[in-house]
């Protein structure tokens, strides 16, 4: 699979109102598609599954397991959607990411309230998605979209899988070595976000 490199608009935005502006208008009429759809009811998901796992009886534990891998099924439909139907939208490539995010941070922090994933993982994951996030915001202010990448997309894989093994308490040392592979996923990734705006930038 080639890595996704950053696309640049074909006018550089002067300020956050006309970045904002165009990824708007790139969602909307005809444009806004079903992946984006998709995408807008992961994250209406996210209060469901904080509600259910701070709950914390076992139906409860179970209906959330149940709401976040559907939640991450409509991760990997919308981006299937998209591709197959030629339905690529700056939305999307945006919305998707902050959806996988919220949807994340969800659970984890829960989790650490339920005493099931050391805080100190979490804080490293978390300050990962925050660092990339303003990095991609520097970049979009730039007139760059920086689509997830291959490495992003095996760190998110490694987060559901551990995720799913926590909430239920499914051979808790299986979810702790996963989450653990998922943290150092997380860091190669993200330098090589970095990497990928920094030379964007400067061309």
Known sequence: MSKAEPQKSDATPT?????????????TGEKFTL???????????????VMFLLEGSPPAQYFAAGLFVMAAFTDWLD???ARTRDQITPLGEILDP???KLLIVAALIPLVSLGKV???VVGILLGRELLVTAFRAVALRRGLVVPAGF???????????????????IFPP???????????????????????IARAISE
Do not use: C
Not at 184 to 192: L, N, Y
């Open 118 to 120: 050391d805080a100190w």
């Open 35 to 49: 992946a984006n759809s998709l995408t807008l009811a992961r994250i209406l998901m996210v209060p469901l599954l």
């Open 174 to 196: 299986l979810g702790t070595i996963l989450i653990w592979a998922a943290m150092i996923a997380a860091v190669v990734s993200a330098v090589d976000y970095f990497r990928q």
């Open 79 to 81: 981006g299937h959607l």
């Open 151 to 169: 490495l992003g997309k095996i760190k998110m894989g490694l987060e559901v899988t551990a995720i799913f093994f926590l909430i239920l308490s």
């Open 98 to 100: 902050v959806a996988d």
């Open 15 to 27: 300020g956050w109102r006309e970045a904002a502006s165009r990824l708007i208008a790139s969602g």
